[in-house]
Structure formats: structure tokens, C-alpha cells
């Protein structure tokens, strides 16, 4: 009898060694889930967070959701399943991803939101973004001055469901819009997209062949423009992007695209591991939920200095 108690109680020891062994180990784990890494804003957000949390001594496991909100809950899914600590998000949009991040606080799982705030307070524990509407006049201001002030201009705008798309463009608007002789002609959605983009200024320069500039709502898009300006031998027209890519940086420098804002992508993706970590250990940030970053105009003056969204 002693001896069968004496199994039992080891038995119990060695399945509470494991357990604890197996809880020790997911608590070390952040999970960082971002759009797909094809758009290098989004792979400087994911290396950015990934290398900060294996620096503060954190596992990782870095999931992608394209824009997708059904995907991003199974990203969230998987993240529960494997016992993160924390999660680093760049979200599939203001509404859809409520219900998300509210799953993961109710499995007990912060959420540290970067680049796209989401539409309720209390739910994530941190939302850091750009300051999209500061970054856009700046973008604007620049778009002005190098129009002198005049001209037919084309506005290519990022996906709708996501609240930078409308906060660029109603900053763009608000320095814009105070010049009456600057014309826009046309208007469209190209959903972040280099592809789209490329189509929609096809389209745009057979109906409006005297346009004079276009600005856009981030670099990916006016990448896809610049080469279907450039195959339609327009390089005349006067481009301005925004995110600070890059490939944007290379085109600035060689006389292409005029300029860019750059939002501090990989900055943003470090500080919200930085103070997931003080979350996890304090209960608190020490920082408002919502943070805003300054945006920084880049020209050919400072374009050298810029490496993967962030200044050197």
C-alpha cells in the first residue's frame, strides 16, 4: 500500500513538474501577427518585434493574416493555443478585429496594437501608431510646394476598411484643398496595393493625360503608379507616397518619386514589445493606451539616411 502511494504521489510530482514546465515555457512566448510580409512595412513591423522580444529574452512566433479578419482570429486562435504571454499586433481592420483582441484578453493575453488603432478603448492594453494625420499634411505640404501651387493631381487611397486610409487622405485634404487652382481629377482606392495600384494609374492617365501629380496613400501604391507612369513615359508627374519604404527611398534618390513620410514601423514594433515586457512584469505600461509617434517628411536632403523605416 505504501509502496502503490509512493508510485502515485511520484506520479503527481512528475505530471505537476511537466505541467509547470510546459506553463513556464509559454509564458516566455510573444506572438507577433502582422499583414503579409510582401509589403516590406510590414516585414520591417514583424523583424522589429520579433528581434526585440528575443532580446528581452522572450520565445516568438511570428504569424502573418493578409488583411484577412477570419484569418487573423485563427492567428489569434493559434497564439491562445500556444500559451503567448503577449500578443504584437498590426491588425485586419478597425471593427472586425474588436472581437479578436477581446478573445485574447478573455484568455488573459494582452494585446499591444502597432500601426492601425482599432474602433473601442479598453479591450487592448496599448495602441501605438503613426500620427497619420501629422505625417499626411506633412506629405501635403511637400505635394503643394512642388506643384507650385497649381495642376490637375490624382489621389490614390489605401484600403477603406482601414482608418489610416482615411486619416491620410483627410490630411492631404486639409493642406490641399486651400488651393484652389490645385485640381483633383481623380480618386481612387488601390487597397495598399502595388499591383492595383499600377492598373487604377493606367486607367487614370488615358482618362486625365494632362495630370500634373498624384499622392498617395502609402509607398507600395506609389511604387505601382511610378512604374505605370514611367512605362507611359510620364516621369514628368510629380509623386509623393507615404511609409517611408525603401524602395521609395532608392526612387527618391534617383530623381523618381519626389518624397515619402516616413512612419517609424520598426520603432513602433520595438516599444510595443518593450512595454508589453514592463506589462508582464509590473501591470502596468506607464504610457495612455493610445500613443501616437510623429511622422518625418523625406526628401532627396535627408533620403540617404533612411534604412528600413527608420533614420540612421
Sequence with gaps: ?????????????????????????????????TPSHDNPFFKAEAEGAQKRAQALGYDTIVLVHDDDANKQMERIDTAIARGAK?????????????AAVQKAKDAGIPSFLIDREINVTGVAVAQIVSNNYQGAQLGAQEFVKLMGEKGNYAELVGREADTNAGIRSQGYHDVIDDY?????????????????????????????????????GNDTMAMGAWAA??????????????????????????????????????????????????????????????????CLLITPDNAGKLETFAMK
Design 86 to 98: 503577449a500578443i504584437i499586433l498590426d491588425n485586419a481592420g478597425a471593427d472586425a478585429t474588436v
Design 229 to 294: 507612369l514611367t512605362a507611359a513615359g510620364r516621369t514628368d508627374v510629380i509623386l509623393v507616397g507615404f511609409d517611408g519604404s525603401n524602395d521609395v527611398r532608392d526612387s527618391i534618390r534617383q530623381g523618381g518619386i519626389k518624397a515619402t513620410v516616413l512612419q517609424p514601423a520598426y520603432r513602433q514594433a520595438e516599444l510595443a514589445v518593450e512595454q508589453a515586457d514592463q506589462f508582464l512584469k509590473t501591470g502596468k505600461t506607464g504610457q495612455p493606451e493610445k500613443q501616437l509617434m510623429d
Design 1 to 33: 500500500m505504501r509502496f502503490t502511494k509512493a508510485l502515485l504521489a511520484a506520479g503527481i510530482a512528475g505530471t505537476l513538474a511537466l505541467g509547470f514546465g510546459v506553463a513556464a515555457q509559454a509564458k516566455d512566448l510573444v506572438a507577433v501577427i
Design 180 to 216: 484652389p487652382d490645385l485640381k483633383m481629377v481623380a480618386r481612387q482606392s488601390a487597397n495598399w496595393s502595388q499591383t492595383e495600384a499600377f492598373a487604377k494609374m493606367e486607367s487614370i492617365l488615358q482618362a486625365h493625360p494632362d495630370i500634373k501629380g498624384v499622392i498617395s
